[in-house]
């Protein structure tokens, strides 16, 4: 029988209390433990760095696959958790101050505690944010550490400011944290990384616009050929794509067919599994009309039975192995999954996105 609303919320409860008990009263390091006076410090050391790696583990199966509540009971688990391992890191360079370890200790900590917020802790995660501010202040500390810390921090504080908004959906304010990074770290990898992560979850428009000045920017080698991807694919935009390609058959295809709208859309059964069932939610009658050519990144010709039926709309099936770039890759600069374009009935190219973007995109192409 299907639970009722009741049984669920009840069973929601018990998954958090258990996995929250089982958090506090463990025997190898409780929320409250503290290494005692003279402990040894490589076993001090091993029980931060063993909560560390169990703190990063999800629970089992996809999102798509586990309910809401036991979805909800994770994120709480992965919360009280985190708190841990702060409390953790934070007793160890206490207690071995002196340690080699104590500064990678007080990075664990900072980062942590930023990951143990939430938006109904009762302080706003003012005690996580002043723990972290202390470490991205500390010049003793390596700037690559400060400057990971202090990205954290600055995402965790939008989040809380704007009732759980993420910062990657504000292109503009990501931009500007991006700058404030860079005014505060300088020319670093790790701040022309936090640049690209603009770039990578923006708005074609807005990804455009940062790539151009990561390029005018003393940026690494890789993150200007990153960039320069991005702005070769805005390039695209009106173009007609006329290189000939293969489907998973061997046959060949050419994008640019004149007639119909075509959406090629990208996406993994390894790294985005949910995409197809995703896609066939949204329901978009304009999709019906459309020819549609699925590329399959990082699969196999095994999966490729099971790729047609998750398949919304009937289609031309193609993939990209996992040990090469593949022609569709290069050809439309695809640097993300699941990700759709959408070219015109006279074969150009219209515009591409996410499937937030592909109605008004298939509305475009009409």
């Known amino acids: 029988m299907k639970p009722t609303g009741l049984e669920t919320w009840i069973n929601f409860r018990r998954q958090v209390l258990g996995v929250v008990f089982a958090l506090l009263f463990s025997g190898e390091v409780g929320l409250m433990a503290q290494p005692s006076a003279g402990s040894d410090e490589q076993k001090d050391w091993r029980a931060v760095t ?3 790696r169990s703190g990063g583990q999800s629970g089992s199966g996809s999102s798509a696959e586990r309910s809401k509540a036991q979805i909800e009971a994770q994120a709480q688990a992965q919360l009280v958790q985190s708190k841990q391992l702060a409390a953790s890191a934070r007793a160890f360079y206490t207690t ?19 990951k ?10 003012e005690g996580a944010f002043q723990t972290a501010q202390t470490f991205r202040s500390d010049k003793s500390q390596p700037v ?25 959906k504000d292109p503009q304010q990501h931009e500007r944290v991006a700058d404030s990074l860079r005014s505060e770290f300088g020319d670093i990898p790790e701040v022309y990384a936090f640049y690209l992560g603009v770039v990578n979850t923006s708005d074609p428009e807005s990804a455009f616009k940062v790539a151009q000045r990561i390029q005018q920017l003393p940026a ?15 390039n695209l935009i009106g173009k007609k794509l006329t290189q000939p390609f293969r489907d998973a058959d061997g046959k060949p295809l050419v994008l640019s067919e004149v007639g119909k709208p075509t959406v090629v859309l990208f996406w ?17 009658p304009t999709a019906e009309g459309a020819r549609w050519v699925y590329v399959a990144k990082n699969a196999t010709a095994g999966s490729l039975d099971l790729t047609k039926k998750q398949a919304p709309y009937p289609g031309i099936h193609c993939l990209e192995l996992p040990t090469s770039v593949g022609p569709f890759t290069a050809e439309l600069k695809n640097r993300r999954l699941p990700y759709v374009y959408v070219l015109g009935r006279d074969g150009s190219m219209v515009g591409y ?8 995109l298939l509305q475009a192409a009409k």
């Open 268 to 284: 993994s059964p390894v790294t985005t599994p949910s995409a197809l069932r995703t896609l066939a939610r949204l329901k978009l």
């Open 144 to 168: 690559a550490d400060r400057c990971e810390v202090a990205a954290l921090m600055e995402r965790q504080k939008y989040s809380v400011q704007n009732a759980g908004k993420v910062l990657a």
């Open 50 to 52: 063993e909560l560390s």
């Open 96 to 114: 071995h101050p002196t340690s080699q370890n104590a500064g990678e200790a007080k990075k664990i900590e900072a980062v942590a505690s930023l």
């Open 220 to 234: 690494p080698d890789h993150a200007k050929a990153e960039a320069k991807a991005t702005i070769d694919r805005h």
């Open 353 to 360: 996105g996410d499937f937030d973007d592909l109605g008004k």
């Open 116 to 125: 143990g917020v939430s938006g109904k802790d009762s302080d706003k995660g």
